[in-house]
């Protein structure tokens, strides 16, 4: 029975390990943008890589910046539900931007997500402008969600065994 456990455990903990992303979604007013890297930007307390003579900075535009800068805060956030959406003007995707360039990094996961400059705050939470969204049970919320009972479930049946 341990075994059964633990082999559903170790399968629960490798099953999502796909990129998720966070980007500026197109359309959106610049001013908007513009707010949303400033609040990422905020809390990150580095966005060095957006900077001139930065990795991050070409492609040199609002949307550019905005989607190094949303991607770094909502993979600091650990991915939680909320954290990506900006007051609507962000949304999670499995592909990075089109627009990457050379030598700019990306993270995709909360592991490669880096710590920001030392000193920096720990993530306080979703961005608290605006709306922050709601769960969606047949997105990557839902999944996330199983995922996690399945480890509570898992770890607990395991310790008072």
């Known amino acids: 029975m341990r075994m059964l456990l633990g ?3 170790l399968l629960a ?17 610049e001013k908007d943008l513009q ?5 990422a930007c905020g809390v990150l307390g ?11 900075y070409q492609p040199n535009n609002v949307k550019g910046h905005c989607d190094w800068a949303v991607n770094s805060y909502f993979q600091r956030a650990g991915q939680v539900p909320g954290s990506c959406n900006f007051s609507g003007t962000a949304t999670t995707s499995p592909n990075p931007p089109s627009t990457l360039v050379t030598g700019c990094i990306y993270p995709s996961s909360p592991g490669n997500a880096g710590t920001g ?15 922050t969204g709601g769960f969606d049970p047949s ?23």
């Open 7 to 9: 082999l559903l455990l």
């Open 13 to 29: 903990l490798t099953g999502n390990s796909r990129a998720t992303y966070c980007l500026c979604k197109d359309g959106v007013a």
């Open 35 to 39: 707010t949303s890297i400033d609040y």
């Open 46 to 56: 580095d966005c060095n890589q957006i900077h001139e003579k930065g990795p991050c």
């Open 117 to 131: 400059a030392p000193g920096t705050p720990t993530f306080p939470g979703p961005p608290a402008f605006g709306p």
């Open 139 to 161: 997105g990557n919320d839902a999944l996330s969600l199983i995922t996690s009972i399945a480890l509570t479930l898992g770890f607990s049946v395991i310790v008072f065994l």
